[in-house]
């Protein structure tokens, strides 16, 4: 079923991408869909945990406040590059998502990097390794609002 699943995401990400709808165009998309389905399968065949896609309500939840989080950084860094670069203070720093899922850490993580003016550098367990252009941006994640988000939405199954 979750097969099924990937395909039809799959197949409606090519048409949104593509935009055309010509024979060519769509046997080429069918096959790229049937090579990623392929690839799937024989992960999932190995290491014998297929993963389920979930029915997009959690992703409708986060996606909002993702992008205000991106729109919100966006001006920030613009600001800092606007004005005089001495401003700017880099910082790294190791933050602990411990209260996470062990699979939404990389979620949270790539939200992060996703983030204008962060950057996760790594994950190793419960600790992520954090660059920022402003250290004021790492203290924000160290207080821990994007990981209470993610873990609201999509619970704390561990």
């Known amino acids: 079923m979750y097969l ?3 395909a039809i995401l799959l197949s409606m990400f090519w048409l949104l ?9 769509l046997s080429f998309g069918a096959a790229s869909v049937a090579v990623v389905l392929l690839i799937i399968k024989r992960m999932d065949d190995i290491d ?3 993963f389920q896609t979930g029915t997009g309500r959690q ?17 920030q860094v613009t ?3 606007w004005r005089s670069p001495v401003k700017l203070e880099p910082a790294t720093a190791k933050i602990k998502a411990k209260d ?3 699979d939404k850490r990389v979620l949270y993580a790539n939200s992060i990097t996703l983030t204008p003016g962060t950057l996760t550098v790594d994950l190793v367990d419960d600790e992520l390794t954090v660059h920022a252009l402003q250290g004021s941006s790492v203290d924000e994640l160290a207080e821990g609002n994007m990981e209470r988000k993610i873990d609201s939405i999509w619970g704390n199954k561990k």
């Open 17 to 25: 991408l593509s935009g055309y709808i010509q024979p060519l165009l």
């Open 59 to 75: 992703i409708i939840q986060y996606l909002p406040y993702l992008t205000g989080q991106i729109i919100l950084s966006s001006i």
């Open 4 to 6: 099924i699943k990937w």
């Open 48 to 50: 014998k945990e297929p």
């Open 100 to 102: 996470l899922p062990r």
């Open 79 to 81: 600001k800092l590059i």
